[in-house]
T-cell receptor, first 114, second 115 residues
Framework: AQSVSQHNHHVILSEAASLELGCNYS??????LFWYVQYPGQHLQLLLK??????LVKGIKGFEAEFIKSKFSFNLRKPSVQWSDTAEYFC????????????FGTGTRLLVSP | DAGVTQSPTHLIKTRGQQVTLRCSPK?????VSWYQQALGQGPQFIFQ???????QRGNFPDRFSGHQFPNYSSELNVNALLLGDSALYLC??????????????FGQGTRLTVV
């Protein structure tokens, strides 16, 4: 069975600080990887996705993530966070079988102080 | 282009009652998945509907059932509600073609409170 681990449950940063959120998954086959963001009071939105190709993927709002297959990791990064990045971030994986069942991590709540 | 819409947004039910939640997928999508998000947790997959049939199911009891209509909209039904069923229920739509890598789009969710 697939599983996803997000090691940081709560992160507090000051504006302009750099961000890295960890995500590790457990699955032996080919996977698709996603980061979703949930701003306060809003629905889950896709930040970025990896299906194949370049393991460094860029998403919206200056976010990027790197897929390291040997480490089963898909860490999210942003060089300089803004107050508006305050949100909950979820890493998710689905097995590349063509079905879109997503397995989510427990989420990381990010608070950016101005 | 309407995104994924869910109704109602909030619902309060009593233990033992039954509830029906509704979802309309994003235009052009034919697959609907339902997730349960308990407080402080990530969404948990309940089941997925494609071509009006349940295609995949997560680890949820038979009290959770669903339906997909010819227009691709979907309902989630929960019978004999328990306090532990209190959660945010999310609907996600996507294109269901097997082998096609697509992303899922989520609705705002229905907040169900069981008292």
């Amino acid at each position: 069975a697939q599983s996803v681990s997000q090691h940081n449950h709560h992160v507090i940063l000051s504006e302009a600080a750099s961000l890295e959120l960890g995500c590790n998954y457990s699955y032996g086959g080919t996977v698709n990887l996603f980061w979703y963001v949930q701003y306060p009071g809003q629905h889950l939105q896709l930040l970025l996705k990896y299906f194949s190709g370049d393991p460094l993927v860029k998403g919206i709002k200056g976010f990027e993530a790197e897929f390291i297959k040997s480490k089963f990791s898909f860490n999210l990064r942003k060089p300089s966070v803004q107050w508006s990045d305050t949100a909950e971030y979820f890493c998710a994986v689905n097995a590349n079988t063509g079905f879109q069942k997503l397995v989510f991590g427990t989420g990381t709540r990010l608070l950016v102080s101005p | 282009d309407a995104g994924v819409t869910q109704s109602p947004t909030h619902l309060i039910k009593t233990r033992g009652q039954q509830v029906t939640l509704r979802c309309s997928p994003k235009s052009g999508h034919d697959t609907v998945s339902w997730y349960q998000q308990a407080l402080g947790q990530g969404p948990q997959f309940i089941f997925q509907y494609y071509e009006e049939e349940e295609r995949q199911r997560g680890n949820f009891p038979d009290r959770f059932s669903g339906h997909q209509f010819p227009n691709y909209s979907s309902e989630l039904n929960v019978n004999a509600l328990l306090l532990g069923d209190s959660a945010l229920y999310l609907c996600a739509s996507s294109s269901g073609q097997v082998g096609l890598n697509t992303e899922a789009f989520f609705g705002q969710g229905t907040r169900l409170t069981v008292v």
